[in-house]
C-alpha cells in the first residue's frame, strides 16, 4: 500500500515563494514521483516529475525555470519549491507516483490528498 501525504500549501502574495512536501511510504522506493494541480473548474495539470534517482526531471512549460522538483531518497520525500508566484498559480496541487513518462502524460498510479496553493495579487 502506497501513501503519499502533501504539506506546505498556503495563502501568499504574488512573488513569494513556498515549498511542498510530500511523505511517501510504502512501495514506493523505485517510482518517479510528480506534481500536479488543478485550479476551480479546470482539468488536473502536469507541473513537474523526477525520476526514481532524481537524475532525470520535467516541467510544464508554465513554471519551467520557477519551479523546481527534487528528492530526498532517504526520506522518501519529494519537494516542489516554487519561486515568483502568479495568481495562475492558485490550485490544488497533488503528489503523485508512478511511472515517469506516463507521470508527465498525467498517468500516475496512485495520489495523494491535495494541498491547497492561493496566490492573491
Known amino acids: 500500500q502506497v501513501q503519499l501525504v502533501e504539506s506546505g500549501g498556503g495563502l501568499v502574495q504574488a512573488g513569494a515563494a513556498l515549498r511542498l512536501s510530500c511523505a511517501a511510504s510504502g512501495s514506493t522506493f523505485s517510482s518517479a514521483l510528480g506534481w500536479f494541480r488543478q485550479a476551480p473548474e479546470k482539468d488536473r495539470e502536469f507541473v513537474a516529475a523526477?525520476?526514481?534517482?532524481?537524475?532525470?526531471?520535467h516541467y510544464a512549460d508554465s513554471v519551467k525555470g520557477r519551479f523546481t522538483i527534487s528528492r530526498d531518497k532517504i526520506k522518501n520525500t519529494v519537494y516542489l519549491q516554487m519561486n515568483s508566484l502568479k495568481p495562475e498559480d492558485t490550485a490544488v496541487y497533488y503528489c503523485?507516483?508512478?511511472?515517469?513518462?506516463?507521470?508527465?502524460?498525467?498517468?500516475?498510479?496512485?495520489w495523494g490528498q491535495g494541498t491547497q496553493v492561493t496566490v492573491s495579487s
Open positions: 523526477i525520476n526514481w534517482s532524481g537524475a532525470a526531471t
Open positions: 503523485a507516483g508512478g511511472d515517469f513518462a506516463k507521470l508527465v502524460a498525467t498517468v500516475a498510479d496512485y
